[in-house]
């Protein structure tokens, strides 16, 4: 299984909106509405940012937003803010239990 | 509050064995399938291993099957990772995370790292 390929690398100024994507294939994020964002801050554990492509976790930010179309699912952070700095992570269910992560996003906040 | 606590890590030579176990305080823990997910060094998250809630079924990376054993002991509240025939590049840091629904993993450890080097 393939990594879902991510873009390296975002940034934003604060309070702009920012986009990340992360295309698979009709395998995984094209063939089922499970996937997943999370943020990684560095020696720190994964936090759930949006699961089931659009649904959010209790107690995170309505700034952050997903959404899907086809191949490729996206988190969009809108009001980008310092805290929001770390690397972000998509990840599908890709059928017959088996799941794959995406390659990872840096964002930035200038 | 829900607590994933990792152990087992640490330096081990090629072609040998390490068991990294994972314990959970504060939820049902036998409730939940429960995975192990790596990140090598500079590297992004790898999907390792998964067992479902009851035990009774483990699925596998292609890049560990063979070689790591997924188990869980419910009474115990813990997770296992039995890791035979390591290899350079199972160097990563280990977490183990909890399924709350197909794919989201709403809890994970603070992972634990093996290095594999002569």
């Known amino acids: 299984q393939s990594a879902l390929t991510q873009p390296a690398s975002v940034s934003g100024s604060p309070g702009q909106s920012i986009t990340i994507s992360c295309t698979g294939s009709s395998s995984d994020v094209g063939d089922h509405n499970y996937v997943s964002w999370y943020q990684h801050h560095p020696n720190k554990a994964p936090k759930l940012m949006i699961y089931?492509?659009?649904k959010r976790p209790s107690g995170v930010s309505n700034r952050f937003s997903g959404s899907k179309s086809g191949n490729t699912a996206s988190l969009t952070i809108s009001g980008l803010q310092a805290e929001d700095e770390a690397d972000y992570y998509c990840s599908s269910y890709a059928g017959s239990s088996n799941y794959v992560f995406g390659t990872g996003t840096k964002v930035t906040v200038l | 509050q829900v607590q994933l606590v990792e152990s087992g890590g640490g330096v081990v030579q090629p072609g040998r064995s390490l068991r990294l176990s994972c314990a959970d305080s504060?939820?049902?823990?036998?409730?939940?399938?429960m995975h192990w997910v790596r990140q090598a060094p500079g590297e992004g998250l790898v999907w390792v291993a998964v067992?479902?809630?009851?035990?009774?079924?483990?699925f596998y990376a292609d890049s560990v099957k063979g070689r790591f054993t997924i188990s869980r002991d419910n009474s115990m509240k813990t997770l296992y990772l039995q890791m035979n025939s390591l290899r350079a590049e199972d160097t990563a840091v280990y977490y183990c995370a909890r399924e709350v629904v197909i794919a989201a993993f709403d809890y994970w450890g603070q992972g634990t790292l093996v290095t594999v080097s002569s």
């Open positions: 504060g939820f049902t823990f036998s409730s939940y399938a």
């Open positions: 067992i479902s809630y009851d035990g009774s079924r483990e």
């Open positions: 089931d492509v659009t």
